[in-house]
C-alpha cells in the first residue's frame, strides 16, 4: 500500500476536501450537498476517525451532567461527516459542531463573542487574503498609467506591435521620471496561510483494485475488509509516532497528543473511471494535549514527524494487507521471479 501526502490550507482550502475528495475526486458535484451526491454517486459517506475525537468532548468547565451538552459536543468515531463540519474545522480550525455549540450557547444569553469562543480550538486560523505588496502596487501603476493617457481605467498596457509594455514604473513614464527598484523576492511573495490539515491517500497496488473489480461481490467485500484494515493500522502506526505537537518558546518541546482527528473518504474508481481503490484520510492540524497542570491544551500538529513517517505508513499498510489476506482461506503473498511482491487469493489464478 502506498500513501501520499498533501497539505491543506486554511480558509477556502477546506473546499478542496468538498469538491475533489468528499465528491470522489470529481469536479461535477456542482452546488448539490454531500448528502445527494453521495446519494446520486452511489458512493459511501465519509465518516470520523481518530482517538482525538474523544478530546472534542471537553466542554472547558461547563455542565456535563446535561446529556444536551454532550451530544452536542461530541463527534462519534464512525460518525458521517457532514459539510458544515468540514467548513468549520478545516475552513476556521473551529469545532467541528461549531454550528451547533454557538446556537446552544446564544440560547443560554452568552454574547456573540462569547458563544463563538466557545466553539474555538485554540487559535483560530490566520487566513490571509488579498494580492502581494507587488501585485498591489502593480495594480495602482497601471491604473495611474491609463489615467495619464486618457484611457479607461483598466486597458491593458500594449505597444504597438500588440505586445504587453514595460511595467508602468519603467522609464520616462513614472511621475517622477526615475525608474524604481525591481521588485523584491518578499514583495512578490504570497503571504503564508495557516496549514488547516494533511490529506494522506493510501492506494493498495493496481492489481488489487483490478481483482476488486472483476471479483464476486463476496471476494471484492474481503478485498474491502483488508484495505481497511490496512487504513486502520495505518493511522494507529500515525498515532503512535507521529501525532506530536510543540510547546514552549518557539515551540521548543515536542510533546504528545491524545491523538489525531480526521476524516476518511473511501473511493472505487479513478477520475477516468478506472478500478482504483483507495482512502483519502483529511487529518485536523488541530490536536489536544494534556499540560503539566492537567488541562487540556489545542495546538497545531507538528507536520515533520507525519512528512517523514509517509514511507514508513507505506511499509505498515503493506504488512498489514499481508497479514489479512494470509488470513484468509488460501490467500498468500509470494515473490515474483523480478522480485516484486504479488498477493495471491483462491479467486486469482497463479
Sequence with gaps: MAATLHKLTAGDGYLYLIRQVAASDSTERGRNTLSEYYSAKGESPGHWIGSGLASLSDTSARDTSDPTVQEIWTVPEGSEVHEQQMAALFGEGLHPNAVDITTYTLGRGAQPAVAIEAAHLGRRFVVRTGGTEFQRALAVAYREHNTRLGQKWNTPSTTTSGHRSEPPWHGSDSPTNTVASPPTTANCRARTTAVAGYDVTFSPVKSVSALWAVAPLEVAREIEECHD???????????????????????VAQVDTTGLIGTAFTHRDSRAGDPDLHTHVAISNKVATIDANGVQRWLALDGQPLHRGVSGISACGFAVRRGGV?????GRIRREPGGSRVWRTPWWPG
Excluded: I, K, N, Y
Design 326 to 330: 494470509s488470513q484468509r482461506p488460501g
Design 229 to 251: 484494515a490496512a487504513v486502520a493500522d495505518a493511522l494507529a502506526f500515525m498515532e503512535a509516532h507521529a501525532a506530536f505537537t510543540r510547546s514552549g518558546a518557539a515551540g
